[in-house]
């Protein structure tokens, strides 16, 4: 899709606004890769994997008006909202945690993020650039670090959960990922 | 919350790992707190969004978009009958308050008239009850299932718009429109009586013609019929007559 280069985040959502489908198409070819490769990280199985995609799309197609284009910041919020996604349906289909039920308010206050406006937009084609960059960034974080971080992240583990699943007092746990996270920032910074 | 404290809370927001209290706690302090330190929240969130990149790239199968298309023209399908009722329960809501205006008329004529003769019979009036009908009271031909809830909610919520169809072009199916509905009834059964009655006319017209053709052959028939035994008579009486007249003359001749 030669269009991609020309056509922006911003320029796409706001066709999407608009219930543009074609949009949403060029939408879903863009960022399906990324999205699912995360998902997938998440929910290892294949067709929950899918499915949860899909929700991802129809999210953005229902719920588009939510979206404030003033931060211009799609990479983050489809990143975020397919993260929260994927660990919601982790811990519903696993039901080792009682959730509260999946309603429209549910969604909107726990499920689709709250994307800061103050932050520069971030697209996809420059965050995969800044690859090796932000690579080098994690490398430089301690074992321990990165782990509680994909413990987060990843598996969607609370910091309570963390605390008795490493069998280590809560405010240790709260105090790595602070500073894990405040070093990967400035590592990723300094890299510049 | 202190500043200190919401700080405390942001790199494990932005890492989605909050506890649930402390979830509820944060959730107020951004939609409250007009301190709210949005700036470093974002930086946050940027570095969180950047992980999923380490990871090994994984394409999904084009049935995936598909399926996506599918659940998206569904839903359109959903939505567009969703908009189809709630404009026909607007228009019913028309007629169901036209008609409950005119009754609620004709019960304000009516009240006067029951509360002089109320007052008139005094001994009558306790015995007398008079029960102001309900809405819901009412005999509606034909919306017989419309109960006083709907219909209060009906009339006093205002309008509400109805959903806006969210898919176009390629997700968005065109409904097809139901022509045969909108033909009003009466004008269809007018035409319907109209073929029938020209059917029933031609049928007559074709019958009576057919019965004329069988008399009209019958009559000649019998007329031709007739006609020839005339003439059978009439060659018989001229052949008896020149054979008379033969034996005549051979008689006058002889003698």
Avoid at chain 1, 123 to 128: A, C, M, S
Avoid at chain 1, 139 to 157: H, P, R, S, W
Avoid at chain 2, 145 to 162: A, C, G, I, M, V
């Amino acid at each position: 899709m030669e269009d991609n280069k020309i056509i922006t985040d911003s320029q796409i959502m706001h066709k999407i606004k608009e219930y543009d489908s074609k949009a949403l198409e060029e939408l879903y070819d863009r960022y399906s890769p990324i999205l699912y490769t995360l998902i997938r990280k998440i929910v290892p199985d294949q067709t929950v994997a899918e499915e949860v995609l899909a929700d991802i799309f129809v999210i953005l197609w229902k719920k588009s008006k939510h979206f404030e284009l003033s931060n211009e910041n799609l990479y983050t919020w489809l990143i975020i909202l397919a993260r929260n996604k994927a660990v919601d349906r982790k811990i519903r289909d696993s039901k080792l945690k009682e959730l509260p039920e999946y309603s429209d308010d549910f969604e909107d206050e726990i499920i689709i993020p709250k994307i800061s406006k103050s932050i520069d937009p971030v697209e996809l084609t420059k965050v995969q650039a800044e690859k090796e960059k932000f690579e080098g960034a994690m490398n430089k974080l301690t074992e321990a670090q990165k782990y509680v971080i994909n413990m987060a992240f990843y598996d969607g583990k609370t910091q309570g959960e963390i605390a008795s699943e490493l069998n280590i007092p809560l405010t240790t746990v709260k105090s790595k990922i602070q500073v894990a996270l405040s070093n990967l920032k400035i590592n990723f910074v300094s890299g510049e | 919350m202190s500043g200190l404290q919401v700080k405390d809370l942001l790199q494990a927001k932005a890492l989605g790992c909050l506890d649930p209290e402390e979830d509820e706690i944060f959730i107020k302090c951004t939609n409250e707190d007009e301190n709210f330190p949005w700036k470093e929240y974002g930086s946050y969130q940027k570095i969180v969004s950047c992980m999923p990149a380490l990871l090994e790239i994984e394409i999904p199968d084009q049935e995936v978009k598909d399926k996506v298309s599918k659940i998206l023209y569904d839903l359109n399908e959903k939505l567009t009958s969703e908009e189809k009722s709630v404009k026909e329960d607007e228009s019913d809501e028309g007629i169901v308050i036209e008609e409950l205006e005119e009754d609620k008329d004709v019960e304000s004529q009516e009240i006067p008239n029951l509360k002089e003769v109320a007052a008139e019979k005094k001994d009558m009036a306790d015995s007398i009850s008079f029960k102001k009908r309900k809405a819901s009271e009412i005999p509606l031909p034909g919306f017989e299932n419309l109960n006083k809830e709907t219909f209060t909610t009906q009339t006093d919520k205002p309008k509400k718009k109805p959903p806006v169809s969210i898919v176009k072009k390629e997700f968005k199916e065109k409904p097809v429109k139901n022509y045969s509905s909108k033909i009003p009834v009466g004008e269809n059964l007018d035409g319907r009586n109209k073929n029938k009655l020209f059917l029933i006319a031609a049928v007559t017209f074709l019958l009576i013609t057919l019965f004329l053709l069988i008399f009209i052959y019958f009559k000649f028939s019998s007329d031709i019929e007739s006609n020839k035994n005339e003439i059978e008579n009439l060659k018989r009486q001229i052949s008896s007559e020149v054979i008379n007249d033969k034996v005549y003359s051979n008689n006058f001749s002889n003698a």
